[in-house]
Nanobody
């Protein structure tokens, strides 16, 4: 089993930046992939970034060029750097780990982009 703890959310003005963290209880090389998802009120949970155990990354067009996923192997932590934030980025952001054939989710962290 993998425990995930997100942090770093908050209130930011449009155009600003935030960095989210996801601390995993398992070493990252044992996890097939770590993803960041977000869910706005009344909407589905959408993928915003992913990184495989080999370090390959992937982003949807909606965040490409603005969001960057990275990892610190020594800290078992994955980060989501979010730049040039827009009001439509407002959502609860979740970390997901695929470990074997099982998906594990964190509790989420709220990101609000508003002036």
């Amino acid at each position: 089993q993998v425990q995930l703890v997100e942090s770093g959310g908050g209130l930011v003005q449009p155009g600003g930046s935030l960095r989210l963290s996801c601390a995993a209880s398992e070493i990252l090389f044992k996890i097939n992939a770590l993803d960041w998802y977000r869910q706005a009120p009344g909407k589905e949970r959408d993928l915003v970034a992913s990184i495989t155990r080999y370090g390959n990354t992937n982003y949807p067009d909606s965040v490409k060029g603005r969001f960057t996923i990275s990892r610190d192997i020594a800290k078992n932590t994955v980060y989501l750097q979010m730049n040039r934030l827009k009001p439509e980025d407002t959502a609860v952001y979740f970390c997901k780990a695929t470990y074997g054939s099982v998906d594990y989710w964190g509790q989420g962290t709220q990101v609000t982009v508003s002036s």
